[in-house]
């Protein structure tokens, strides 16, 4: 019963509480040689310290953990949720590259373990994650669409939520915002909460009131790093939109000392990019490219198209503050071609889905 506790506590949002279970569990795994439990806790163990905010800890922990999952020692049904876990705590750890390591580890798994059902549903919505930062859009629609399916068949299994939202991140990136709203609120219905996504969408859809409300709220609620970090950079965006300066200022502040204490390279670039569009509202403009300047640059060392175009399309608006047309039209251009090959300006919503924090921006963006 330990692990079962151990996760409960996880989702919960208990991750202390789950620590100190997993390491209960991991004492009796060593104690009866139970290579199962063992591993199974320090998976826990890795996982709520990354929660807590350690991944400098959790993360060895879990490449220890799968050593016995990769060289053959454990049952299929702990391989199964090992290898799920790994890839779920990088990408809470804002790892990329090992998210896509594992990722493709996962799917080999599976292809192996045709009956693992819930593992190849929950594979799918990981490899559509990792395809959507790689600007693959199309095939992690296709991969989405595949693990919803998946996971509604039998019915009941809760994964079939994080399937759901995953679509509606994409249904609205690409400017479909009915599909969107509607996976977002069947996600709800199945327990996934569907923020930030759904104020993200408000947004897009000109009810700035709406997604300042829910965001406010959610900002209140969550205080663990992982959910709050997301949070945040939608923050930034919401609040600036609404007019409340202060607010995304605190916003960016906070998500620049996450960065600073992770050190992980997507944290670094989604904070200098909030800082980047702070400064460009409050009217420093060279503020505004010292920041989005290393943002471009880590993001295209991430191979994160869609976020490097955002960066670069505010750059121009600092550029053309600056009085450097030239520049601003180099980087509207670079940032309109990316969201041109992503296919957003083939929707009627496409002209308002951009980035936006002002109402001028380049004409190419």
């Not at 400098?56 to 299929?76: F, I, K, N, R």
Request: aromatic share 6%; net charge negative; glycine share 6%.
């Amino acid at each position: 019963m330990i692990i079962p506790l151990s996760l409960a506590n996880l989702e919960r949002g208990n991750p202390s509480e789950a620590h100190r279970l997993s390491q209960e569990a991991i004492a009796v795994g060593k104690r009866f040689g139970e290579i199962d439990l063992l591993t199974l806790g320090r998976l826990v163990q890795g996982r709520a310290l990354v929660e807590m905010g350690h991944p400098d800890e959790g993360l060895p922990l879990l490449d220890e953990a799968m050593v016995a999952v990769t060289t053959g020692e454990v049952s299929p049904i702990v391989a199964g949720r090992a290898y799920c876990a790994m890839v779920l705590v990088c990408q809470k750890a804002f790892d990329l590259r090992r998210a896509h390591e594992w990722t493709a580890a996962l799917s080999a798994w599976c292809d192996r373990q045709p009956d693992m059902v819930p593992f190849r549903g929950q594979c799918l919505v990981h490899r559509s994650e990792v395809m959507q930062w790689h600007g693959e859009w199309l095939d992690a629609m296709a991969e989405a669409e595949r693990a919803r399916d998946r996971l509604s068949d039998p019915p009941g299994q809760p994964a079939i939520g994080m399937a759901l939202y995953q679509l509606g991140e994409l249904y609205r990136l690409r400017g479909d915002y009915v599909d969107a709203e509607a996976a977002y609120r069947e996600a709800s219905r199945h327990g996934h909460e569907p923020q930030p996504g759904l104020a993200n969408l408000r947004m897009r859809q000109g009810r700035p009131e709406a997604a300042e409300a829910s965001i406010r709220r959610v900002l209140d609620e969550h205080g663990d790093f992982v959910t709050r970090t997301k949070v945040l950079s939608s923050a930034v965006e919401i609040m600036l939109a609404a007019g409340d300066t202060t607010t995304a200022s605190a916003a960016a502040d906070e998500l620049n000392r996450i960065a600073a204490e992770v050190d992980a390279p997507f944290l670094v670039a989604t904070a200098m990019r909030a800082t980047g569009a702070v400064c460009l509202e409050r009217g420093d403009a060279r503020g505004a490219l010292d920041a989005l300047r290393p943002a471009c640059v880590e993001w295209a060392k991430l191979a994160a198209p869609y976020e490097h175009a955002r960066s670069r399309a505010l750059a121009a608006l600092a550029y053309r503050a600056l009085g450097d047309v030239e520049a601003a039209e180099l980087e509207a251009d670079a940032a309109r071609r990316t969201f041109e090959h992503l296919g957003l300006f083939r929707t009627r919503h496409s002209s308002t889905h951009c980035f936006r924090l002002r109402r001028d921006l380049p004409p190419a963006v």
